[in-house]
């Protein structure tokens, strides 16, 4: 069964750091891209970052850009995300997702093939 599972989120001052995981099962973890989404009350699915397969290549949406990275240990079928100086704005549903379409896709379209329920993330001010 294919699974993906978010964890990590919670609630953090503005200025302040977290750090997400997101547990892949059911499929072979390298044979996909991976990435974060988020979704805050009343907005569009916004891409944030996407990983390739191997883990060499990283994109970044501007909105986290020298703020956010994100990593992934084949080994261990992990994708993290860590989050530096939060913003209040950053406060969303994060959702990892798998994807065989490229990251430029990934990020343009914001989608990908299969993903899990989300951990919230909530910032304050």
């Known amino acids: 069964q294919v699974q993906v599972v978010e964890s990590g989120g919670g609630l953090v001052q503005a200025g302040g750091s977290l750090r997400l995981s997101c547990t892949a099962s059911g499929f072979t973890f390298d044979d996909y891209n991976m990435g974060w989404l988020r979704q805050a009350p009343g907005k569009e699915r916004e891409a944030v970052s996407c990983?390739?397969?191997?883990?060499?290549?990283?994109y970044y949406a501007d909105s986290v850009k020298g703020r956010f990275t994100i990593s992934r240990d084949n080994a261990k079928n992990t994708l993290s995300l860590q989050m530096n100086s939060l913003k209040p704005e950053d406060t969303a549903m994060y959702y990892c997702a798998a994807l065989r379409r490229s990251c430029a896709y990934f990020l343009e379209y914001a989608r990908g093939d299969f993903g899990g329920q989300g951990t919230q993330v909530t910032v304050s001010s």
């Open positions: 990983i390739n397969w191997s883990g060499v290549i990283t």
